[in-house]
C-alpha cells in the first residue's frame, strides 16, 4: 500500500490505488476495439447505502409484483397487474383498461417522460444513476462479481493472472448465478402478461406457449450480455439518453462535479509542498475516485458523457476528506452556476490561476463566500413548468379515469341494403349493435329507441316481441354484439333520413349511454 497522507487526528491512513480512467472521451476505444475491463472498487457512504436501498425497492417491485393478487370478484382475473393480451386488457390494482381507453396508459407515458424532464433539469442523470435497470443490475451483477472474485485488487490480479483450477471455478461460478439471475429476470417479465401461479407450472412442466420459452430465451440473453458483459459499454455506445438529457441541463441542475477550484493543485505530498510555501489544494491524488467509478472515468477531467452521475465518486472522495481532516464535498453534487461563484472566487475573478486558500477563511474552513447547494434552487421557472405540466395531466387522468363510462354501446348501420321495403308497406333499417359491459359482473343492459314515431325493433338472438325497448344480458367484461333490426311504419316516414337515439341503461346502476344513429327510407312520389 502506498501511503500518501494521514491525518493527525485519525489513525487511518489513505491508500493510493493505482487506477486510470479508461472510458473518458480522450481515451475512449473505438467501439469494435477490445474493452479495456473496468474492476469498480466496492463503495460505502450515504450514497452507496441509497443505492443499495433503491436497488432492493426496484427490484423487490420487479420480481415481487407479478404474485401481488387483488380481488375482482368471480368474473376477472385475481392478478393485481396484468397485461391481458388475450382478452386485451390491462389491469392494475383496482384499475381497468379496455383497448379503447389506452389513452390512459399514453397519459401515463407522458407523465413518466414530463416527469423525466423535471428530474433531470433538478438533479441530473438521477434515472441513469439510480433507477435504470442498466445500472441496477449491473450494481446486482457487481455484487456478484465481488463476492466470488473479491475487491478491485483482488479481481485484477485474477483477470490478469492465468486459467489454474481456481480461476476457473470462480469464473464458472460467477457465469452460472448471473445467468440464474438473467433467467429469473426474463421469467419474471413474462408473468405480468399471464396469471403468475398458472404460468409458473405451465412453463417447469413444459406446457407454456412457445413464446413464453422465446421471450424468456431472448430477455436472459440480453440481461446477461448488457448487465454482465458489456457493462458501461450499454450507456457510453447505445443508449440515447446521455445525449438528449444534455440538452435538458441548465446552469441550476444538480451534476456530479469535482470542485477543483478548492481540489487544485492536486498534490500526493500534500504536507511536504504546503511545508514547502506552495499552493496545494485538497486533492491527494489517491485516485479513489477513479477506482470506484463503474464507468470507468475520472471525474476530474470534468464533465463527461459518461458520468451517469451514481455518485460513488462522492462517497470514495468523502471518506479521504475525513482521513485528511478536510471538509467533505470536494466531489459533490453541484451546479454550474455555483462551481462558476467558486471559480470564480478561487481565480480572483479568472485573472489568475486557481488559488484554494481564496476559498478559505483565516481559520482555514472553506469561507462564508463559497456558494453551497440549497434546496430552494430547484424551484425556478423551469421546474414549476415541468410540475405544472405533470400534475396537470396527472389530474386530469384521475379525473377522467373516476368519471369514466363502464356501459358504453357502439352502433353499425347495415350498408347493403340501407333499407328493406316490407310487403304492407312498412321501411326496416339493420343495425350491428355492440354493447360493452366494461365492469366484472353480469349486467342486464335495455336497448330502447328514442325518436322516430311508431318504431320498433326486433334483435336476432333475443327472444323478445318486438317494441321500443329490449332487455339483453351481456356477459361480465365483454363486449355483446347484437343485430337489430328497427321498422316504422310507411304513413309514419318524414324523409328518406331521420335521426334517431339507441339509449343502453343499466336500470340497477342508473348507468346509460346513447348512440346516434339514422334511418334511411326511399324517397315517395
Ligand atoms: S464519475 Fe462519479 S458519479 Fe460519474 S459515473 Fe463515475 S463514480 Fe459515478
Ligand atoms: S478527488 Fe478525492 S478521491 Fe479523487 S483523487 Fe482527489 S482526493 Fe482522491
Known amino acids: 500500500m502506498n501511503v500518501i497522507a494521514k491525518n493527525p487526528a485519525s489513525s487511518e491512513a489513505i491508500e493510493r490505488l493505482d487506477a486510470e480512467a479508461v472510458n473518458s472521451a480522450k481515451v475512449r476505444q473505438p467501439l469494435y476495439a477490445p474493452r479495456k475491463k473496468i474492476f469498480p472498487k466496492r463503495a460505502s457512504g450515504s450514497f452507496r447505502r441509497f443505492k443499495?436501498?433503491?436497488?432492493?425497492?426496484?427490484?423487490?417491485i420487479y420480481y415481487v409484483t407479478p404474485w401481488l393478487r387483488w380481488d375482482r370478484g368471480a368474473y376477472a382475473p385475481d392478478q393485481a397487474v396484468l397485461v391481458d393480451i388475450a382478452n386485451r386488457r390491462f389491469y392494475f390494482f383496482f384499475i381497468e383498461i379496455w383497448p379503447q381507453e389506452f389513452i390512459y396508459v399514453a397519459g401515463l407515458?407522458?407523465?413518466?417522460?414530463v416527469g423525466l424532464f423535471l428530474i433531470t433539469s433538478t438533479v441530473g442523470r438521477a434515472w441513469c444513476g439510480y433507477t435504470c435497470p442498466q445500472t441496477v443490475w449491473v450494481d446486482l451483477f457487481l455484487v456478484v462479481e465481488r463476492a466470488i472474485e473479491g475487491d478491485r485488487n483482488a479481481r485484477i490480479k485474477l483477470d490478469a493472472g492465468p486459467y489454474s483450477l481456481d480461476k476457473i471455478g470462480k469464473r464458472v461460478a460467477k457465469h452460472a448465478i448471473w445467468i440464474a439471475i438473467a433467467v429469473a429476470t426474463g421469467g419474471a417479465w413474462i408473468f405480468y402478461f399471464a396469471d403468475a401461479p398458472t404460468l409458473l407450472v405451465d412453463v417447469v412442466t413444459g406446457h407454456a406457449a412457445p413464446v413464453a420459452y422465446i421471450t424468456v430465451a431472448v430477455l436472459t440473453a440480453t440481461t446477461y450480455v448488457f448487465g454482465g458483459l458489456m457493462r458501461e459499454q450499454v450507456c457510453t455506445y447505445m443508449c440515447p439518453w446521455p445525449r438528449i438529457q444534455a440538452a435538458m441541463l441548465d446552469e441550476h441542475s444538480l451534476t456530479v462535479t469535482y470542485n477543483d477550484w478548492r481540489g487544485e493543485p492536486r498534490s500526493r505530498h500534500s504536507k511536504k509542498a504546503a511545508a514547502a510555501g506552495d499552493v496545494v489544494g485538497d486533492c491527494v491524488d489517491c485516485n479513489a475516485c477513479v477506482a470506484v467509478c463503474p464507468m470507468g472515468i475520472d471525474i476530474r477531467d470534468g464533465q463527461q458523457l459518461e458520468c451517469i452521475t451514481c455518485a460513488l465518486c462522492i462517497d470514495a472522495c468523502d471518506s479521504v476528506m475525513d482521513k485528511t481532516g478536510k471538509e467533505r464535498?470536494?466531489?459533490s453534487y453541484a451546479t454550474l452556476s455555483d462551481y462558476n461563484a467558486n471559480m470564480g472566487i478561487a481565480t480572483a475573478g479568472g485573472t489568475a490561476a486557481i488559488n484554494p486558500r481564496l476559498v478559505r477563511d483565516e481559520t482555514g474552513r472553506l469561507g462564508d463566500k463559497?456558494?453551497?447547494?440549497h434546496l430552494?434552487?430547484?424551484?425556478r421557472p423551469r421546474t414549476f413548468v415541468y410540475s405544472g405540466a405533470w400534475a396537470l395531466i396527472g389530474i386530469g387522468l384521475v379525473v377522467a379515469l373516476l368519471s369514466r363510462d363502464r356501459l358504453e354501446v357502439n352502433v353499425l348501420h347495415d350498408r347493403n341494403p340501407q333499407f328493406v321495403t316490407l310487403s304492407d308497406g312498412s321501411i326496416r333499417n339493420g343495425y350491428t349493435v355492440k354493447l360493452l359491459n366494461m365492469i366484472p359482473e353480469p349486467r342486464v343492459i335495455v336497448v330502447s329507441?328514442?325518436?322516430l314515431p311508431g318504431a320498433?325493433?326486433?334483435a336476432t338472438g333475443i327472444d323478445q316481441p318486438e317494441g321500443r325497448s329490449m332487455a339483453v344480458p351481456v356477459e361480465p367484461d365483454r363486449l355483446r354484439t347484437i343485430r337489430v333490426f328497427v321498422t316504422q311504419p310507411q304513413d309514419q316516414v318524414d324523409g328518406t333520413a331521420q335521426s334517431f337515439r339507441f339509449v343502453v341503461e343499466d336500470k340497477s346502476s342508473f348507468e346509460a349511454d346513447t348512440y346516434t344513429a339514422n334511418f334511411y327510407a326511399p324517397e315517395t312520389r
Open 329 to 331: 464535498g470536494l466531489i
Open 370 to 373: 463559497v456558494a453551497h447547494f
Open 376 to 379: 430552494r434552487k430547484i424551484f
Open 109 to 113: 407515458l407522458v407523465m413518466a417522460g
Open 52 to 60: 443499495w436501498l433503491i436497488m432492493l425497492v426496484t427490484l423487490g
Open 449 to 451: 329507441i328514442d325518436g
Open 456 to 458: 320498433v325493433m326486433t
